[in-house]
Structures are given as C-alpha cells and as structure tokens.
C-alpha cells in the first residue's frame, strides 16, 4: 500500500478509544498541542466489546485517525485470575473497532499491543522479530493472545484492504491516573500506593510480590504518548514498533527507588507466594530510534511526579476504579 507520510494530525477528527485509560488520557493531554479535534466516547455510551454499538458510533462521529488505547488491562495476578475477561475484551474491542474503521474510511489507525506478546523466553533485549517464536509468558498469555490477533488484523487489514493501519508495542507504563488497586494494578503504582501507605501509618515493612529478581522496563505515560502519536504522523508499515525506554531494573531495586522517593526507611518484605512472571522483559528500541524518537522522563524523576500525584488523588483514584470495575 502507498502511505503519505508524514501524515497530519491538524485539523483531523482523532478518536481516543479508550480516553480513560492510562495511555488514553495521555494521549488526550498529547493531542492538545496538535490541533486537531480529539474525539472520545464512554463505555455506557459504545461499549467496545459490541460490534453493533461500535459502528453505530463511528458511522455518526467519522473520526479520521483513530488510537486504539483501549483494553482490558491489569497486572500479574489480574491477568492470571480473569483469563477469559482478558481475552474475549480485548479480542472484541481489536476485532471491532479495526473492522469498523475500514467500513467507515478511517484515513489512519494505531493499534497498542504490549511487550508481553513476546515469547517468555525471547533473547533480550526483544526485537520484534520475536514474535511467535516460543511459548507465551502463562500469566498473562490470554491478554497476549488477543494483542497478537489484533496485530495480525492490522497486518491482515493493510494486505487485503489497503488499509493505513499500524501496531506499537509498549513496554510496562506508569505515571498519573494509573491503577493503584493492589489486586488487579501493576508493580509500580501498587509499590508507590503501598509505600505510601506505609508511611502515612509508620509501617515498618512494606511487602513486595515475588522474588524481587524479574527484571523489567518502564516508560512513563507522557513518553509513551509522546513515541505514539511520533509514530501515528511519521511511520506506516505492518512490521510493528517496539516502544520503551531501553533500560531494566530488577523489582527489588525499583521498590528500593519508590521507597528512597518516599522517605520510607523500614524494609521490604519479599512474598515468594507471588507469582514472579516473565523473568526478564526488555524491549529492542533500535527501530523507534530510527525513526528520531526517545524518551525524555527519567525513572526517578518519573516515579517522583507519580507519587505527588498519588498522595494528592489517592481517594479519588480509588473511587475512580471501583467504579471502573
Ligand atoms: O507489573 P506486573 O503486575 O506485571 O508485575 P508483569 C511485575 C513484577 O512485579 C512481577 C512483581 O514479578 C510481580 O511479582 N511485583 C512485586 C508486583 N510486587 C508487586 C505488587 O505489589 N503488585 C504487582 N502487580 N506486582 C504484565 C502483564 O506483566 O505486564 C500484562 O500481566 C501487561 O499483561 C503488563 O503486559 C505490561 O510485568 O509481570
């Protein structure tokens, strides 16, 4: 297919699907400086998962671009515990909203998978040529199953239809208006909202999931959004993009940073009952680099806005998932 690159976001009717969501309302708070028009919808409004409701909406709203940041998302033991929420939502959301951006003419559409598409035992850091290349991960191999049909619609939607769809795989995400339920979030927010606790009741010990010794990645939200919409103006093609830092940290010492950022100076108490996950999860940046992309929020300094945001939205955060559930 012939895509004009770069593509213009100005004056584009853009839909964030998925507006509420983490990388979803980073993307919104992106686009204000693009001038376009940022098009969203609630989940009682269209909800995702119902091909019918999917392109009544598209059909009346005739979004130009569109970012598929929305999904069914959560950490190791929600992803372990729901497997089939996991995999129906996020399959019916791809399959949907993919199918109805064709029939209604959509000019360009992002589709976010996740590194955890990536065989467990990937050689790191993971190149995208990776995939399908080993076993999955167990833990969240549901979740990761839909992201790959999702991206094989994309790919399968370009060949047959001409479609100027494409795929960007994040790394694991932090930052403001994250999850920071500690059964379904994941590691960073659950660490910040239990250190924080710790020290607001003098705790003396905060408890860690795990072994402490996986090794993961983390790019702050606002990158992620930064990296996306770099990619939705300036790249076209079915080989998909890995979209990360470049940089691991064990558990251990990402929950010694929360606690250093904390001023928390009890211990951490390590729970080998958790399950640890992927061993290791480094993404190859090599391509996103290419394209003149890099992050720009150091971890530290990351983590540091996160907390500040939790200590001052704590209540409301919380109020906000449950009612999310
Ligand atoms: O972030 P997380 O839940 O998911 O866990 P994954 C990462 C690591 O942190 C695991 C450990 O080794 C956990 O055992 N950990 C330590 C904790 N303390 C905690 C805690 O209090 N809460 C949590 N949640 N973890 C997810 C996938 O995998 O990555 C998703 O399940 C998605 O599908 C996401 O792909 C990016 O990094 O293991």
Redesign the pocket.
Known sequence: MQANLPYALRNKRVWVAGHRGLVGAALVRRLAAEQCEVLTVGRTECDLRRAVAVEAWMDANRPQAVFVAAAR?????A?DSRPADFLYDNLMIAANVIEAARRTGVEKLLFLG???IYPRLAKQPMNENALLTGPLEP??QW??LAKIAGIKLVQAYRRQHGCDFISAMP???YGPGDNFD?RS????P??IA?THDAVACGAKTV????SGR?L?EFLHVDDCADALVHLMKTYSSEDIVNVGSGQEIS?ADL?ALVCRVAGFRGALVFDPS?????PR?LVDVARLTALGWRPRIALEDGIAQTYRWYAEHRLSARKRHLEAV
């Open positions: 998302v959560g950490g190791i033991y992803n996740s590194t955890c833990t969240n979740y990761a790394t694991n995400l500690l979030s994941h590691v960073l659950a660490l239990k408890e860690v999931w795990g996986p993961r558990i929950a958790k399950p640890d996950g992927t999860k």
